[in-house]
């Protein structure tokens, strides 16, 4: 168990929707990354936030957007969901920014859009 | 820009023999270098890192790397596997060039047959 939560662990959905997945970093960890992966793309970084800011942003989607709240748990929201958006939803936690830094990860939700 | 190469997609290997899981990347310059797990419907696990020093890193579960600077090369191996093994490894690289987000490979499926 990494100490990093993320609910829910299934969602099925259909086109066109909206969804919300949430993450909880460990205890103390002030860094939030979100990553998803597909069998097509493999593990791709979407977003990362350092206690409250969005401080990178790789490969994620207009449609997609993610905060991160006071509480330091963060919501990555996809919209307009497509067929190809089915993929793996990974969180990450870290407790520091850097080189040196250990990324500890949930286990994921699963999201299948039908 | 930073790339990393897992040269194979899946590794087949009998219980109890030796095992390679091949990693190069592209840019030598102040490279740091990480191997994650993932077991089956789980997250993904750091196994090892590399900051600086001793290029022979030892990671949980009898794992150990090999930092080459003139190959760029980190190269996972471990003398001995177990059906626990079976996984899913990833290597990644982060340098200052790609503001120390990590850059992710392809992932190799180490397959471990009785």
């Known amino acids: 168990d990494s100490g990093v939560t993320q609910t829910p662990k299934h969602l099925i959905t259909a086109t066109g929707q909206r969804v919300t997945l949430r993450c909880s970093p460990r205890s103390g960890d002030l860094s939030v990354y979100w990553y998803q992966q597909s069998l097509d793309q493999g593990l791709q970084f979407l977003i990362q936030y350092y206690n409250g800011e969005e401080r990178a942003k790789g490969n994620i989607l207009e449609r997609f957007s993610a905060q991160q709240f006071p509480d330091l748990h963060s919501e990555l929201n996809l919209s307009s969901l497509e067929l190809g958006d089915s993929a793996l939803y990974f969180c990450a936690s870290s407790a520091v920014v850097g080189p040196q830094e250990t990324q500890y990860f949930g286990p994921g939700t699963r999201l299948l859009v039908l | 820009a930073q790339s990393v190469t897992q040269l194979d997609s899946q590794v087949p290997v009998f219980e109890e023999a030796p095992v390679e899981l091949r990693c190069n990347y592209s840019?030598?310059?102040?490279?740091?270098l990480f191997w994650y797990v993932q077991y089956p419907n789980q997250g993904l696990q750091l196994l090892l890192k590399y900051l600086s020093g001793s290029t022979l890193v030892k990671g949980i579960n009898g794992f150990e790397a090999e930092f080459n600077k003139s190959q760029t090369s980190f190269h996972l191996r471990k003398p001995s596997v177990h059906i626990s093994d079976t996984a899913e490894y990833f290597c990644?690289?982060?340098?200052?060039?790609?503001?120390?987000?990590?850059?992710w490979g392809a992932g190799t499926k180490l397959i471990i047959k009785p």
């Open positions: 840019s030598s310059v102040s490279v740091y």
């Open positions: 990644a690289v982060t340098d200052p060039g790609s503001n120390y987000q990590l850059i």
